[in-house]
Nanobody, 118 residues
């Protein structure tokens, strides 16, 4: 069983920044794509950003130009730098490991809450 540990969520004002991190212990991390998804109350889970094992990225349309995904294969972490945050960015953010640059894999974190106040 793969355990992903997310951190970095919180409350921020509109226009502010947050950085999320996800640790993925184990020897498999560097071989897999990974990414972030989010889910707002009453809405479906949606793609925020994904990054392949070689560093190719894929962003959801609503976050392009504001969010940046990165990974450190040595530390086995994936991070999401979120700038110019908007109230519509509010939701639970989930780390995901596995899959491809386009599709989620099987391993999910427990989620970390991001709340952007107006």
């Amino acid at each position: 069983q793969v355990q992903l540990v997310e951190s970095g969520g919180g409350l921020v004002q509109t226009g502010g920044s947050l950085r999320l991190s996800c640790a993925a212990p184990g020897n498999f991390f560097s071989a897999y794509a990974t990414g972030w998804y989010r889910q707002a109350p009453g809405k479906q889970r949606e793609l925020v950003a994904r990054i392949s094992n070689l560093g190719r990225t894929n962003y959801g349309d609503s976050v392009k130009g504001r969010f940046t995904i990165s990974r450190d294969n040595r530390k086995k972490t994936v991070s999401l730098q979120m700038n110019s945050l908007k109230p519509e960015d509010t939701g639970a953010y989930y780390c995901n490991v596995g899959g491809t640059i386009l599709a989620a894999g099987d391993y999910w974190g427990q989620g970390t809450q991001v709340t952007v106040s107006s």
